[in-house]
């Protein structure tokens, strides 16, 4: 759960630029200009007048900021927006031009807005997985990052009481592959939604909400294929750090 973790301080740390954007901006202008504090004043509520620039400049980043902290899908959606505006910002700058009102934008802004970028990416990796990787580069690339595994697993079903033991024998960003232990759980499960809940290799506690999706019969045991549905921005970075510890085990096992 280290990369989860990591993760979200790295978030954290963005929301907070973002919210302290206008103020470093200000700082930047003074910076780079040399000018007066006053004449800095004046030319912010010159340039600020408009409705569209206020909102850019004053609360665009900080209520991206906000929203940021909120691990939403509506503030992933935010955000990936905010990042391409301000990139096409940059790339469209025009010396002397509002916001910055100097010859070239400062380097702060190039670095600022790359890490937004590669944060971005890395928040939009199930998508770009899905509709990209699993699609034109499945021969050179598991674009589900399917791991084996032995995973105790508690399911809970919707539609059936109690809880039922299980072990995960694979997983991957999108699901499980599972298998149920004794005769007391065989019957039909397909299409039924329910709760998986297992630890991380850390130890960590996780719920998941599926549908299952494929069952084989198998003896005494009945396998079946989950599909993680309902997935939150939160999750996914909890499942690809999963995913992540239990192919750092693998490797250490084939190495050992």
């Known amino acids: 759960m280290r990369e989860a973790k990591n993760l979200m ?18 700082l930047v202008l003074k910076s780079q200009t040399g000018l007066e504090w006053s004449l800095i004043w004046n030319n912010i509520q010159e340039n600020s007048q408009s409705f569209s620039r206020f909102f850019s400049f ?8 906000i929203f940021l902290l909120t691990y939403t899908r509506f503030a992933y959606g935010l955000y990936f927006a905010l990042t391409i505006y301000k990139l096409y910002a940059l790339f469209t700058f025009e010396a ?7 010859k070239n934008p400062h380097a702060s802004a190039y670095l600022f807005n790359g ?15 899905r509709f990209f990787l699993s699609r034109y580069l499945r021969n050179v690339w598991d674009a589900r990052g399917r791991v084996d595994c032995q995973i105790k697993s508690v399911l809970i079903f ?28 065989q019957g039909s499960f397909l ?11 850390q130890g960590t506690p996780l719920s998941f909400d599926f549908l299952v999706k494929s069952q084989r019969p198998s003896h005494q045991t009945v396998s079946l294929g989950l599909e993680f549905i309902g997935l939150e ?24």
Do not use: C
């Open 115 to 129: 890490i937004n970028f590669f944060l971005m990416l890395y928040l939009f990796y199930p998508i770009i997985q």
């Open 58 to 65: 004053w609360l665009l980043s900080p209520l991206t900021g």
């Open 233 to 256: 921005p939160k999750e996914k970075i909890y499942l690809r750090s999963v995913l992540r510890d239990q192919f750092t085990l693998m490797s250490e096992k084939v190495t050992v």
């Open 96 to 102: 002397f031009g509002w916001p910055y009102m100097t």
């Open 158 to 185: 919707e539609e059936k009481e109690g809880f039922h033991h299980a072990t995960i024998e694979n997983i991957s960003s999108g699901g499980v592959s599972l298998r149920f232990h004794g005769e007391e759980e």
């Open 9 to 26: 301080r790295l978030i954290n740390l963005i929301s907070l630029f973002l919210i302290a954007e206008p103020l470093l901006k200000v």
């Open 191 to 201: 299409e039924k939604k329910g709760k998986i809940l297992f630890h991380d290799p």
